[in-house]
């Protein structure tokens, strides 16, 4: 029995062992990889209803190229600078700052959506400690692009199209679930500067790369 014991306590030992030089592998990959590379889908929401809007999920836009790319570049080991290249449209029956777009399916113009943006980000990891879960807080600046469209409210005006220059905010989690692969989620506020609408919101949902 004393020799089935000390075998079970050299198994545990060499367990806890290995794991513990998988995770220094681990963190020591994460410190090694200076760029993250991001790609998914975003959503957008515009209703001009500001925070009340956001609960309703007929306000949000994901349609036709509702997709996003992003580079995260690190500085050190909690803060990071961010660009990200996103595109969408509203369609039929979105809300656009109060006024319900008249869509192409019924005779009317969908609004496109793009725009580029550049956050610099501050990740709460390392002080969790944490490998797997990397909350993070985001501020920053970008350029959204708004197309023409028309509404049901107003049928025979077309709103022209309009480039923005926005102030952004906002959170996200990344979750990793190996030393190069994780998944993200984040959720920005996006202010316009001397323009007469589109205060809005983007959500989105990604995989990421650590390159």
Known sequence: ???????????????????AQKWNERKNSSN??????????????NSGNQFEGAFKSENWAIAKTPFYLSADAYIDGQFSVETMVSFNYFTDGTLMDGQTILGEDEGGNDAGYAAVDVALKYSFGELLDSNVFDPYLTVGAGISHFGDYTTKENPSLTVVKQDIFTLNAGLGMNFWFSSNWGVNLNVAGKWGIAATYTNHIQGRLGVLYKI
């Open 1 to 19: 029995m004393k020799k089935v014991t000390y075998l079970l306590l050299l198994s545990i030992l060499c367990i806890n062992t290995m794991n």
């Open 32 to 45: 090694e990889n200076r760029w993250t590379l991001g790609f998914g889908v975003n959503a957008l929401e």
